[in-house]
């Protein structure tokens, strides 16, 4: 990772670019969440032939709509290649450090399986284990773990701990969501979700409507999704949230000034029977410092079997788990509910990911 005239430029270090020379303990914070989004990225260079070859993937923010096109064609290969033989092995030797600093379903298992099916191997640390509990600053941590793997991927509670892990690292490091801050995979993975059960063609991304509800002050979800949508022509977003969790006025300002119309709502019924695609999020209990604020806010936005017959037929539901109380369980039945097949497309995106970054995509056919 290179800081250069400004720019976060992200890659491996080379002379001239200072770095950080910070330690980084897992209890400390590197930056507010205005403060990381406020960050400008570097977007992919894709006049590249391997143009995520070597590179780190901290933010939504490096991404343009050929690089967001590139990922879902190299999704759309490792497909046709895993229905066929179920595993590949273009990254046969290979190793990821899989370091997972906060509780995680679904990433660490889609990262892991993901690198498995691509025939590498993975060397799993989590907080349970990590010698953080003998007072390993992070920065120690990452320094180290350079050493066994060809790529990190990292989640951890702090906001800008995976750009942070970017500076000291060697190895490219993937960002799999830090604390209130971004998500970029988990963003990639939703639009290319709605690809895939929209037929598979760019076409039929264009022009729909997104609405995005629950918590979207600490969803760290909302905030990359909000940024990849812009690259997408036609989009509108609806936020849908108490006033108390609303999207943060500078990724609403961001978003906007990138073309795309937006409406803020506390009524989720004023919009569903507009809605193409609905992304529900839970209220996040581990963000709040106060408890009786969580109480207040949970439970105000329940997507059930009567909220969703007020929806078109062809909507799309999807939500990036867990989930707790805000969809009942009789909507899992519901075609339009898509959040239990998420996880599949999730795997295949990160797998794109994963051998984009290690530089083998190039071995697909």
């Given at each position: 990772?290179?800081?250069?005239?400004?720019?976060v430029?992200?890659?491996?270090?080379?002379?001239?670019?200072?770095?950080?020379?910070?330690?980084?303990?897992?209890?400390?914070?590197?930056?507010?969440?205005?403060?990381s989004?406020?960050?400008?990225?570097?977007?992919?260079?894709?006049?590249?032939k391997?143009?995520?070859k070597?590179?780190d993937?901290?933010?939504?923010?490096?991404?343009?709509?050929?690089?967001?096109k590139f990922?879902i064609d190299?999704?759309?290969?490792?497909?046709?290649?895993?229905?066929?033989?179920?595993?590949?092995?273009?990254c046969?030797?290979?190793?990821?450090?899989?370091?997972?600093?906060e509780?995680?379903?679904?990433?660490?298992?889609?990262f892991?399986?993901?690198?498995?099916?691509?025939?590498g191997?993975?060397?799993?640390?989590?907080?349970?284990t990590?010698?953080?509990l003998?007072?390993?600053?992070?920065?120690d941590?990452?320094?180290?773990?350079?050493n066994y793997?060809?790529?990190?991927?990292?989640?951890?509670?702090?906001?800008?701990?995976?750009?942070?892990?970017?500076?000291?690292?060697?190895?490219?490091?993937?960002?799999?969501?830090?604390?209130?801050?971004?998500?970029?995979?988990?963003?990639?993975l939703?639009?290319?979700?709605?690809?895939?059960?929209?037929?598979?063609?760019?076409?039929?991304?264009?022009?729909?409507t997104?609405?995005?509800?629950?918590?979207?002050?600490?969803?760290?979800?909302?905030?990359?999704?909000?940024?990849?949508?812009?690259?997408?022509?036609?989009?509108?977003?609806?936020?849908?949230?108490?006033?108390?969790?609303?999207?943060?006025?500078?990724?609403k300002?961001?978003?906007?000034?990138?073309?795309?119309?937006?409406?803020?709502?506390?009524?989720?019924e004023?919009?569903?029977?507009?809605?193409?695609?609905?992304?529900q999020?839970?209220?996040?209990?581990?963000?709040?410092?106060?408890?009786?604020?969580?109480e207040?806010?949970?439970?105000?936005?329940?997507i059930?079997?009567?909220?969703?017959?007020?929806?078109?037929?062809?909507?799309?539901?999807?939500h990036?788990?867990?989930?707790?109380?805000e969809?009942?369980?009789?909507v899992?039945q519901?075609?339009?509910?898509?959040?239990?097949?998420?996880?599949?497309?999730?795997?295949?995106?990160r797998?794109?990911?994963l051998?984009?970054?290690?530089?083998?995509?190039?071995?697909?056919?």
């Amino acid at each position: 990772m290179r800081r250069c005239s400004g720019v976060v430029r992200l890659g491996r270090r080379s002379a001239g670019c200072s770095v950080s020379k910070r330690s980084f303990h897992a209890s400390s914070s590197l930056y507010t969440t205005e403060e990381s989004w406020k960050k400008e990225f570097e977007e992919f260079d894709m006049s590249q032939k391997q143009p995520f070859k070597g590179k780190d993937i901290i933010s939504a923010k490096q991404f343009n709509r050929d690089a967001l096109k590139f990922v879902i064609d190299i999704g759309d290969r490792i497909t046709k290649e895993i229905n066929k033989n179920n595993t590949l092995d273009i990254c046969r030797g290979r190793l990821l450090g899989n370091v997972i600093l906060e509780p995680s379903t679904r990433t660490a298992s889609s990262f892991h399986s993901g690198m498995v099916r691509l025939g590498g191997t993975v060397i799993p640390i989590n907080a349970a284990t990590s010698s953080a509990l003998k007072g390993e600053t992070f920065s120690d941590t990452v320094r180290v773990v350079q050493n066994y793997v060809d790529v990190i991927v990292l989640r951890h509670s702090e906001v800008g701990a995976a750009l942070h892990a970017a500076e000291v690292a060697h190895v490219p490091v993937i960002n799999a969501g830090d604390g209130k801050g971004e998500h970029p995979t988990q963003a990639l993975l939703d639009v290319y979700t709605v690809y895939c059960e929209r037929g598979q063609k760019w076409s039929n991304l264009e022009g729909l409507t997104w609405t995005l509800v629950g918590d979207l002050k600490y969803g760290r979800t909302t905030h990359s999704l909000s940024r990849i949508l812009t690259l997408i022509p036609g989009t509108k977003i609806n936020y849908v949230s108490t006033d108390n969790l609303k999207i943060p006025d500078y990724i609403k300002a961001d978003t906007e000034a990138r073309g795309v119309k937006v409406r803020e709502l506390n009524n989720l019924e004023e919009v569903i029977g507009s809605t193409d695609v609905i992304y529900q999020t839970r209220i996040q209990k581990e963000r709040f410092t106060d408890l009786k604020e969580y109480e207040a806010q949970k439970g105000k936005f329940i997507i059930n079997p009567s909220v969703m017959s007020r929806g078109k037929s062809d909507m799309m539901l999807l939500h990036p788990l867990p989930r707790v109380d805000e969809i009942t369980d009789d909507v899992d039945q519901d075609s339009r509910a898509k959040y239990f097949i998420q996880p599949r497309y999730g795997m295949i995106t990160r797998m794109a990911l994963l051998s984009s970054v290690i530089g083998r995509e190039s071995e697909l056919r």
